[in-house]
Every structure is written in C-alpha cells, then in structure tokens.
C-alpha cells in the first residue's frame, strides 16, 4: 500500500518570502507521477504542479518548484516571493497504475501581510 | 475549462435517511472518482469508475455505494446515513491512464454533508 505523509500541519510565511512544504512518500511501484494540490478557502481543488518519478529534473511552474528525491522518497514544494492567494490548504498525492491517487494529511499554508 | 459539478455545496439529513450526492463532469472524462476529505486525514478514497457501469472500492467503500449510468455522471450514495459519514465530499473526474501522461484529476467544489 502507498502512503504519503506531510509532517507540517500548519505553516505560515510573510509576503513575498519563500517557503518550502515537505512531503515523504511510500510506494513499490516502479514508475509513478506526484502532485501537489492547493485547496483555498473556496474549497475548489487546483492542480499546482506535478513530477513524473522517472524525470530526474524537477518540475517548475512559474514560482513553484520542487525537490524531488527519488531515493528519499520525497518531494518537497517551494513557494517563491509568496502572495496572499497563496493562503491554502496544500495537498502531497502520489499515483500509480489505475489512476489512482493517495493523497497526504494536508499543510495549511498562511500567507501573512 | 474542464468543469466538474457537485449538486449540493452544503447538505443537513438524518441519521437512517438515504443520501444522494452527485457529479456531473462536461470533459468526456472516462474515470471519476468519490472521496471524503477530513481534518488531519486528508482526502479518502471511497469508490472509482473507469467507466460507464463500472467501479471499484477504493480505501473506505464501507456505509456507501456508487452508481454510473451514465459517463459524465457519478452518484454516491449513503444507504442509511450515520454521523460517522458527516464529511466534505469531493468528486474528481480525469482521462483514462493509457494516454500514458501524469493524468490530473480535476476536482468539484465539494459537498459539506452533516448527519444529525
């Protein structure tokens, strides 16, 4: 069985700062994807990034980013010059064959003024 | 856009009473997905459709069933509700995994269910 763990509850960071969430893994799979998902205080989840295990290079979306080490089995996400719509809950999920994803306990991210 | 619907933002019912919760996706989506999300448990995975008539338990299918009749519609159903099942809902829809990409799962807005 998979299982992904995120160690941060809650978070918080000042405007403009960087801020990095953390995220370990558990899988016997061979090949899979890892995402990471904002959910705002509107509820709507939002795809923000995704990895596939077998790409070496991290994946960058404008100021995400992440560290992915796949010996590790973690897959941290790093916030640059944060924004007030960065305030959500942000989710750790892995997926495998099936389309299946497992997803972790979640970080509250706050971004502060 | 891919639009993902969920008929209800907030639900009240009683305990014993049948529960209908549905989703509704425009993007031709072969599987689409039930979970629960609760605090400090994430989101659970309760039932998955790869299509038309078919599903699958996921992590915690116990106290609920599934129905898709049809491929832009998934329904989850709570037999006889108990406070235990008091939750968010969230129903999610991507593409079939044999187009080979990291397949997003596109999300509903979720529905807020107590049981009383």
């Known amino acids: 069985a998979q299982t992904v763990t995120q160690s941060q509850p809650e978070m918080s960071v000042q405007e403009a700062e960087t801020v990095t969430l953390s995220c370990t893994y558990d899988?016997?799979?061979?090949?899979?994807?890892l995402f990471w998902y904002k959910q705002p205080p509107s509820r709507q989840m939002i795809l923000v990034i995704r990895?596939?295990?077998?790409?070496?290079q991290n994946a960058t979306e404008n100021r995400f980013s992440v560290n992915f080490q796949k010996a590790a089995k973690s897959f941290s996400l790093k916030i640059s010059d944060s924004q007030l719509g960065d305030t959500a809950m942000y989710f750790c999920?892995?997926?495998?064959?099936?389309?299946?994803?497992?997803f972790g306990e979640g970080t509250q991210l706050t971004v502060n003024p | 856009d891919v639009k993902v619907t969920q008929s209800s933002r907030y639900l009240v019912k009683r305990t014993g009473e049948k529960v209908f919760l549905e989703c509704v996706q425009d993007?031709?989506?072969?599987?689409m997905f039930w979970y629960r999300q609760d605090p400090g448990l994430g989101l659970r995975l309760i039932y998955f459709?790869?299509?038309?008539?078919?599903?699958e338990k996921g992590d915690i299918p116990e106290g609920y069933s599934v129905s898709r009749e049809k491929k832009e519609r998934f329904s989850l159903i709570l037999e006889s509700a108990s406070t235990n099942q008091t939750s968010m809902y969230l129903c999610?829809?991507?593409?079939?995994?044999?187009?080979?990409?990291?397949?997003?799962?596109?999300f509903g807005p979720g529905t807020r269910l107590t049981v009383l």
């Open positions: 999610a829809s991507s593409l079939w995994a044999g187009t080979g990409v990291a397949n997003e799962q596109f």
């Open positions: 899988t016997s799979e061979s090949n899979y994807y």
């Open positions: 990895q596939e295990a077998y790409k070496q």
């Open positions: 999920a892995t997926e495998t064959s099936g389309s299946r994803l497992t």
């Open positions: 993007m031709d989506h072969e599987n």
């Open positions: 459709s790869y299509d038309v008539k078919m599903k």
